[in-house]
């Protein structure tokens, strides 16, 4: 192999390489959106007494990405068994209007930001995340699809 071929493989290697690194580069800008949710959460002190002896599903969502995003929906999805969820036909599906705990959505998310929202954890929802699959999450502005978590909510012991 001549010194010619050599420098060429070398350049169409390198160049490869650069053309990858931009294109996951391209991938990860923007907002990064992270979800979390907490069941069986309870207030304590400095609330409002209409939240008080009230159990919640607590969100957190985080903006880890590059860019600013605007959280729209705090939203729930239903599915009798994974088979559905595969599938993606929910049983049942809903949007929380007025999140306890946090300041109304539409809600602009800074890049390293965090918000938290609170549905309240009734008897509904416990059954729907013990009878199937209960997901909650959020749509935001720079997505189509929800970013969505599972919430298992294990019944606690009266001690």
Do not use: C
Not at 11 to 37: E, Q
Not at 137 to 156: A, D, Q
Request: charge should be positive.
């Amino acid at each position: 192999m001549k010194a010619t071929e050599i420098a060429a493989w070398w350049g169409a290697t390198i160049a490869t390489l650069v053309l990858a690194w931009d294109i996951y580069k391209w991938k990860r800008s923007g907002p990064i959106v992270n979800v979390s949710a907490s069941p069986n959460m309870e207030t304590f002190g400095g609330v409002p007494n209409s939240l008080n002896n009230k159990t919640f599903v607590v969100v957190e969502v985080t903006n880890t990405g590059s860019k600013k995003t605007t959280l729209t929906h705090l939203v729930g999805f239903y599915y009798k068994s994974l088979f559905h969820k595969l599938r993606k036909k929910q049983e049942k599906s809903f949007i929380v209007a007025n999140p306890a705990l946090s300041g109304p959505l539409p809600h602009v998310l800074e890049s390293g930001e965090r918000w938290l929202g609170a549905i309240e954890q009734n008897k509904e929802l416990e059954e729907m995340s013990r009878n199937g699959y209960l997901f909650v999450g959020v749509y935001h502005s720079f997505g189509r699809k929800p970013i969505l978590k599972r919430v298992i909510i294990i019944k606690e012991d009266a001690t």
